[in-house]
């Protein structure tokens, strides 16, 4: 077995490219100021990337005093360059407004409308302290899915992108049924590994691109991009049959978890994302009350 010194040597230092002593990881750009759903992101440069209101941007920002392309950032002979893509309230580096192409060191700030930006070059170990806070910031720690917060403002922003660009997607409201009843008659500690079998079937069933959340206590959500409402209720279905398909086995105790699902879909039951959340919502409680376990796509039909 390695020693730790030598574990350590072996993870952060490289004898042909070295910072220091430690291994260079690379350059970013990340958002320090600004929207809160905006606050923490971060993209790393490894080629030309574009920056801007757009979800068709590399770095998508909230904020409505951005262009939907407001600069992009190239590496060029071991440097990165900013150069503003005729945005209309223009790119500030660190306070000076920028004309052409201009090259970046490492702490430098960027402004682009009310969004601050931050370039940076880090080290291996700098990159994984960041990506933490980041994950912390945005997930849920029991179930590794996405928080409501972060699933929230994702939302926003698909009912923006798709009003633009006249697309579809679908939202699934998933709830545990008798979850209480689990944790009256196993503890909470079998709840737990309830929550976190739930979360698993659920990322095992969609697909890389689709936003996954815990939305609280024992209900779940999931935005399937541009999906229509029969393609959203087969996924529903999936998920559905893959809990319940399986009996857990935890601390000698068999137990048996199924889900009920509401699916809603953008634009045919709502335009606005409170409204499509509240839709969602109701068919799951249709799915309750018909006798759990069921997916419910419109009122009516699609029952299963």
Known sequence: MKDIKETVRSLYFDDESTEGGIKKKGNYIIIIFGKEEDLGKEIEIKEEITVGRSLNTDLTTSDPLMSRRHFKLTPEDENIFIEDLGSLNG???????????????????????????????RTEIESLFHKYLYNAATSDRMTNLFNKYYFISQL?????????????????????????????????????????????????????????????????????????????????????????????????????????????????????????????????????????????????????
């Open 91 to 121: 790119t500030f580096v660190n306070q000076q407004i920028i004309d052409g192409k201009r090259a970046l060191k490492s702490g430098d700030i960027i402004i682009a409308g009310r969004t601050v930006f931050k370039f940076e070059i």
């Open 156 to 304: 926003k922003k698909q009912i923006s992108y798709a009003k633009r660009y006249g697309k579809t997607f679908s939202l699934l409201m998933i709830d545990i049924d008798d979850f209480k009843k689990v944790n009256d008659t196993y503890g909470h500690q079998i709840g737990d590994e309830a929550l976190k079998f739930v979360a698993f079937k659920i990322m095992s069933s969609i697909r890389e691109n689709d936003i996954a959340a815990r939305y609280g206590g024992e209900e779940f959500s999931i935005i399937l991009p541009e999906t229509d409402s029969h393609n959203a209720f087969l996924v529903a279905k999936r998920i559905r049959k893959a809990i319940a398909s399986e009996v857990l086995d935890l601390e000698s105790n068999q137990i048996k978890v199924t889900v009920s699902i509401g699916v809603a879909t953008f634009p045919e039951d709502a335009d606005d994302w409170k409204s499509l959340i509240k839709k969602a919502d109701e068919r799951l409680y249709k799915a309750k009350e018909a006798g759990k376990n069921i997916v419910i796509s419109k009122e009516d039909e699609n029952v299963y």
